[in-house]
């Protein structure tokens, strides 16, 4: 490929120069990390991602991969390009009239000739020739001027014969410059190997960052599409929770108005008789003839026949109207009750629910440690407890879970005392009973989270690992994602803080397992 179309090839799109520190996009385009950052950025705007050169779009902003290969070439093109360029503006010394390229320089004479000088020049050995250089006072001895011929091992400097033989470096061990540069060039390629190999194995931690950064972008993609999702049928689970209890009570507000306007109905027309019947007696009341008054039938024929016991039931007194307190709550309460399942829905697809039967083991409860009666508390304690010495037994102040986890996502909260030292976490069954290396996190078969004279840190394999900040919250959570591999502490608080996160290749059942020297710590239930 020739130097032109070499340097087309690695060119940047964006900045239209050679390619400084290169990163390519999952389309296979490269670009300079610095331009595409650019462009990234101001498509964050719109959301909307997409490849400069072809096009193409991406659902989440792209994560920039560096291509180590291309950067290697582009960084070997331009040393190249410098070199050359270096040498094409060396020209010749006596060509004044126009500018020819050298060839070679004369040491001696400290001039640079063409093709043409060249073979004119004097064969004398006392004229060096060299490759076309520009600084020629280099090469020779500033003290003497003479040729540079030698190097004094002592002093580690290239000197002149006048040095050697007369000069401050006179009795000095001294080699040829060629013998020297043979010497140094050795001890330079070990040193360029040993770069080589701290390289490579920095280009593969970088490509591992690389590897986890995409990793850790593709999770939180798939997480917020799974969030979006979760939320979106939330949304429409309500919704329509909302338009069949909304629909229920218009049915019943229709019923109940349509029963009431019937009785409404049946009362003014009996209000109405009543007042006929009220004013008739009235009249009787007001005539002055006794005859007219006593040949009316008895007051009591006036009466409504229910009032005297008697006729059908046509809605008297013994049957009171409705007072407007008859809608069904019972079936509106138990049509919103369904929220129930859209509540344990969502707790489903965020995380499985914790688990209501982690119960603390008193077999493997030391004997400086009390456990409540409902098995989920432990209390470090001075008091030595009275519990046979066995081989589940720990020595010192711990306790772990009856149950053990073998699949599936899990998580629990614990309740922990503000004051006092403790460890909370996990650990496989088989780990050991007595001595320091029993203690959670002291081993490589448990993990814990570590609270010690008011610091906090996680521990593991008996490597520690500080947490910059402290833990106000007196409640923690541990989330385990048996598949995964992953176990995570929490902070409870608004919002739940992440601490750390412990990524391991799980083999055996995972227990859950406390620490108490002081204080107290309490699973909590659901209800809590």
């Known amino acids: 490929m020739a130097s032109a179309d070499l340097r087309d090839e690695l060119l940047c799109s964006i900045c239209l120069s050679t390619f400084k520190d290169p990163a390519i996009l999952r389309c296979g385009h490269n670009f300079c990390r610095v331009c595409i950052g ?41 040393i190249t390009q410098r070199e050359q360029e270096e040498i094409t503006r060396i020209f010749c010394t006596y060509c004044v009239d126009s500018p020819v390229p050298a060839v070679r320089s004369c040491l001696h004479c400290e001039a640079s000739l063409c093709d043409k000088h060249l073979r004119a020049h004097s064969k004398s050995p006392e004229h060096v020739l060299s490759d076309p250089s520009t600084s020629l006072e280099r090469r020779k001895c500033s003290v003497h001027r003479k ?9 580690a400097a290239c000197i002149c014969v006048s040095c050697s033989l007369a000069g401050e470096h006179r009795g000095h061990q001294v080699e040829m410059l060629d013998e020297a540069s043979v010497r140094k060039k050795k001890k330079l390629r070990n040193v360029l190997q040993k770069m080589n190999t701290k390289r490579k194995e920095t280009e593969e931690r970088v490509r591992s960052l690389e590897e986890s950064w995409r990793k850790a972008q593709e999770k939180a993609a798939g997480e917020a599409e799974r969030v979006t999702a979760l939320c979106t049928d939330i949304r429409r689970r309500v919704d329509d929770l909302e338009k069949k209890v909304l629909s229920e009570i218009s049915r019943q507000e229709k019923e109940e108005s349509l029963s009431l306007s019937a009785l409404i109905h049946q009362l003014e027309i009996k209000k109405d008789e009543l007042s006929r019947k009220m004013r008739h007696i009235e009249e009787l009341c007001n005539m002055t003839d006794p005859l007219t008054v006593l040949q009316e039938p008895d007051t009591g024929d006036l009466c409504d026949p229910e009032e005297e016991g008697g006729g059908e039931d046509t809605g008297g007194h013994d049957k009171q109207p409705h007072d407007g307190d008859d809608l069904d709550v019972a079936v509106i309460s138990h049509t919103l009750h369904t929220l129930c399942d859209v509540v344990t829905g969502i707790r489903s697809g965020i995380y499985v629910a914790s688990p209501a039967d982690i119960l603390l083991d008193v077999t493997t409860a030391a004997n400086n440690l009390l456990i409540s009666d409902d098995l ?3 209390t470090g304690t001075q008091e030595k407890q009275k519990r046979p010495e066995t081989a589940e037994r720990f020595q010192y102040y711990q306790v772990m879970s009856r149950r053990g986890f073998t699949s599936g996502r899990h998580y629990w909260d614990l309740e922990i005392s503000r004051s006092g030292d403790w460890i909370v976490g996990m650990c496989y069954p088989s780990i050991e009973r007595r001595g320091q290396q029993s203690v959670i996190g002291y081993n490589n078969k448990s993990w814990g989270l570590w609270r010690y004279n008011n610091q906090y840190s996680v521990i593991h394999g008996s490597k520690e690992i500080r947490l910059p900040d402290k833990i106000p ?31 391991v290749s799980v083999s055996d059942p995972l227990h859950a397992a406390l620490y108490v020297y002081k204080g107290s710590i309490k699973i909590l239930g659901r209800s809590n």
């Open 376 to 378: 989920k508390t432990a």
């Open 473 to 503: 919250s007196d409640r923690v959570r541990i989330c385990l994602d048996y598949e995964a591999g992953q176990l995570s502490f929490y902070e409870l608080c608004d919002p739940i803080r992440h601490l750390h996160t412990f990524t």
């Open 147 to 155: 040729i540079l011929e030698y190097y004094c091992t002592e002093d």
């Open 38 to 78: 650019r462009v990234l950025d101001t498509q964050d705007k719109s959301g909307v991602y997409s490849c400069p050169e072809c096009r193409e779009e991406f659902q989440v902003r792209p994560s920039l991969m560096r291509n180590i290969n291309l950067h290697n070439v582009a960084e070997r093109f331009l």
